[in-house]
């Protein structure tokens, strides 16, 4: 059966995407490389903890959205939209595999007048000369003048339900105008504003912005964090009497480390087909990124010190780690510091146990973490509590009157009633 839409790739970035066309009333088809999101969808189960619920998975399917794996029915779409994830690698260089498998599947299968757009987040320039190629090899077709090619990178924020689909202005740029229109024509029915980029790779580069602003920015109240307890200054009022001035400023918290699915990148150092690799630039972006990868040792030495100061030693303490997820009122886990922050303890012979109403069953090095069942008594328990994330039904104040020890990473409980980062 035909469909207007396939998204093709069903994790953080296509699974809200399709939510929102089929609430738009758009007919859509959703397809993985990976057959284990079909398996989970067909179920009625979410398969991106901290994306939908369950229900809302439900719902799209009684609305007639269709996961599947038959590649054919890529051939059968007015729009195809691309939502592969692409992690970087170890050597912090984009993992494109994800990317080229979904743009080789559609390529076989692509039909003229067809509207190929690409919402992952990629290295400027991955629309013209890695997407592009691979559809035209793969089809037979033009870009440009058979089918329509576009980047649309991918804004939504996971978990937020103030700004959705709906009210997120969302940016196109087009290989050609005609392309540029054509996915504006798209993304007018899910958004009330479409912002035109000159082309692929201005839209890609916004993305890039978006992201490193966004660390950097982190970073920089990081090592605020670090130097205002050496100097006895209370970082946290610092940000809320900075907070006031009405321009010139945003505000940013420090944190154990920066989670999330975005991820900094610096594109002069990463090469892609077509292109070499040019150095590094963005300096600043580089120097963010060791800043907030020293965040969880930061964490560890104050965990440390703290113990100390009160007579234990990390050795056989034990630790309540508090919220693992990496933003607060969500199950999404990805890139969160408190796996490394665990395994770190672990190393130095801490006994580690843990509490996270949205996360049931927690793992570090293949291993469950013991899961706290009453938070109080684990918090009284436990020679140091470490709030890793403010989940709103922790009630801080009470936390910091049960607990023997208590270091708040968030900033979030009552000025005196904890340690702070």
Known sequence: ???DLAVIGLGHLGLPLAQAAVAAGIDTIGYDTDPRPYADLSAGRTPVEGSLTASEVRRMLSR???PTTNATELGR??????CSPTPLGADRTVDLTALGDAARALAARLRPHTTVLLASAVPPGTTENLLRGLLEEGSGLRAGRDFHLACSPGRLDPGNRTHTYANTPQVIGGLTPACTESAAAFYGRLTDKVV???GPREAEMTKVLETNFRHVNIALVNEMAVLCHEMGVDLWDVVRCAETKPFGFQAFRPGPGVGGHGVPLDPGGVPYPGRAAAGSPLRLVSMAQEINDRMPSYVIRRSATLLNEHGKSVRGARVLLLGVTYKPDSADQEASPARE???RLMDLGAQIGYHDPHVLDWRVRDAPVPRADSLYEA?????LTLLLQHHRTYDLQGLAVKAQ????TRGATPAGAAHRL
């Open 64 to 66: 007639g959205f269709r």
């Open 196 to 198: 035109r980029a000159r």
């Open 1 to 3: 059966m035909p469909a």
């Open 77 to 82: 779409v007015r729009t195809a939209v691309i």
């Open 405 to 408: 020890l208590l270091l708040d």
């Open 379 to 383: 918090a009284a328990a436990a020679d």
């Open 341 to 343: 922050i665990a395994s």
